[in-house]
């Protein structure tokens, strides 16, 4: 598990009180106070985990999260808002950001999803290790799980960590029913009733990405009152 930690936070009295509390976790911090600050650490050093907020003075953190994903940065990352804009807190999720907490928070609380996350993040770190050369095959869609490349009819699909992670946990089960709770435990790592609508609006994206109809050939088959599913008779080659 990479104890390393990045907070990217305007507030100092707040980014200092948290680089303590980590610390006395046995974490190791750097803290940025803001956006351009923290993609440049992430671009320059290896960090176990990121705290960002939304409110930073330069770019928000939004933009920070979207351009870390585009970079192809798999480091989970954890948003803090003190805002109550629920949409913004989706955008946020829906462009990979992990987890969202509002300020105040207690740090009991932060201290517990950042040790869910990276528990989450070491499994899946050990997973690639150990199935290097597994590939999945569903008609005309290929994913390589050791490369975390998608094809459809030969042509990469560009899906964001989530999204992959997520039909990779459907495909790697075909026929196999996954309540949303599940998903957001195997998926996101952590469980919590208030995200299940981030479930749904990454499998419509996956779909969207999958260019899926309504038709007996989609991949992602909903399961009405229970949840999601990939298709039977595909499975791992």
């Keep these: 598990m990479m104890r390393k930690i990045l907070v990217i936070e305007d507030d100092l009295n707040l980014a200092a009180m948290l680089?303590?509390?980590?610390?006395d976790a046995r974490f190791l911090v750097t803290t940025v106070a803001s956006g351009a600050e923290g993609?440049?650490?992430?671009?320059?050093?290896?960090?176990?985990?990121i705290i960002l907020?939304?409110?930073?003075?330069?770019?928000?953190?939004v933009e920070v999260c979207r351009r870390l994903r585009w970079e192809g940065h798999r480091v989970p990352i954890i948003i803090l808002t003190?805002?109550?804009?629920e949409s913004e807190r989706i955008l946020a999720l829906e462009l990979g950001a992990d987890d969202?907490?509002?300020?105040?928070?207690?740090?009991?609380?932060?201290?517990?999803r950042i040790k869910a996350l990276l528990r989450r993040?070491?499994?899946?770190?050990?997973?690639?290790t150990e199935e290097v050369d597994k590939i999945l095959r569903a008609g005309a869609l290929t994913i390589d799980m050791s490369k975390r490349k998608v094809l459809l009819d030969r042509c990469q699909l560009n899906l964001t960590a989530k999204e992959f992670d997520l039909l990779g946990c459907l495909a790697e089960r075909p026929g196999r029913v996954f309540s949303r709770r599940e998903l957001l435990h195997r998926v996101w790592g952590y469980q919590n009733d208030?995200?299940?609508?981030?479930?749904?609006?990454?499998v419509n994206r996956l779909r969207a990405k999958l260019a899926e109809d309504r038709s007996s050939s989609s991949y992602i088959l909903t399961v009405w009152g229970v949840g999601y599913k990939f298709r039977e008779g595909d499975g791992a080659s």
């Design 19 to 23: 680089q303590a509390q980590l610390e």
């Design 53 to 61: 907020d939304l409110g930073l003075p330069d770019l928000d953190g």
């Design 194 to 202: 208030c995200y299940e609508h981030t479930v749904t609006s990454h």
């Design 39 to 49: 993609l440049s650490a992430a671009g320059s050093q290896r960090f176990g985990l």
């Design 100 to 112: 969202c907490i509002l300020k105040p928070f207690s740090y009991r609380e932060l201290l517990a």
């Design 121 to 128: 993040s070491a499994y899946f770190a050990a997973r690639d």
């Design 82 to 85: 003190a805002s109550d804009n």
